[in-house]
Nanobody, 124 residues
């Protein structure tokens, strides 16, 4: 059974940091692209950061570039999202997703597996 389990969300003040973790099981981690997406209340889900487990290439949305860092521990089948200098507009439910495609697929529809999400709330 494929599972993606996120953790690390919470409430933090603006300027603070959080590290999200996503533990994957049930599929070959190294053969997939991993992504962090987020959905704020009343807004569509958007891609935040993508990671290719095969070649470690990355992508960041402009809104988080320079503040967020995606990384992985392939031995632990875990992908992380380090979030620094958090802003109130970063408040959202953050989802981890995995795609069987190589590279960095941008479209949500290209992701095959999704976690349940973890809430991040940034207070001003």
């Amino acid at each position: 059974e494929v599972q993606l389990v996120e953790s690390g969300g919470g409430l933090v003040q603006a300027g603070g940091s959080l590290r999200l973790s996503c533990v994957a099981s049930g599929f070959t981690f190294d053969d997939h692209a991993l992504g962090w997406f987020r959905q704020a209340p009343g807004k569509e889900r958007e891609g935040v950061s993508l990671f290719s487990a095969s070649d470690h290439s990355t992508y960041y949305a402009d809104s988080v570039k320079g503040r967020f860092t995606i990384s992985s521990d392939n031995a632990k089948n875990t992908v992380y999202l380090q979030m620094n200098s958090l802003k109130p507009e970063d408040t959202a439910v953050y989802y981890c997703a995995a795609s069987r495609l190589v590279g960095l697929p941008f479209q949500e529809s290209l992701y095959d597996y999704w976690g349940q999400g973890t809430q991040v709330t940034v207070s001003s």
